[in-house]
């Protein structure tokens, strides 16, 4: 009797074991596919990245520098920092003295 217990107790933790080995595997796979993501996005990060690194430091030389449109009377309320043409829903950040 005691040899069928040991027995049947053998066969549940085999059993269980290989319900927890299938368990580890799927979830080792699992975390295969996420590593394999991880790398692809990096790829992209990477060249998001240098895009950025070329391209903002000229924007912002572009738009430091920018030629400013003269003043004929088409922009209202002088008081603000926000001038707002008449005849478009256009605005434009005063960045010079006003005048």
């Not at 996420?34 to 903002?56: G, P, W, Y």
């Not at 309320?77 to 960045?95: G, I, M, Y």
Request: no cysteine; glycine share 2%; net charge positive.
């Amino acid at each position: 009797m005691l040899q069928h217990q040991s027995s049947k107790a053998s066969e549940y933790y085999a059993k269980e074991s290989r319900k927890s080995a299938a368990r580890m595997e799927k979830m080792t796979l699992t975390m295969q596919d996420l590593a394999v993501k991880t790398t692809q996005e990096t790829v992209s990060m990477r060249v998001i990245t240098t895009v950025t690194l070329f391209f903002l430091p000229a924007t912002f030389i572009a738009v430091s520098h920018r030629s400013t449109v003269p003043d004929n009377g088409a922009l209202t309320d002088d008081t603000s920092d926000f001038h707002e043409h008449k005849h478009s829903k256009v605005r434009e950040w005063r960045t010079g003295p006003a005048n």
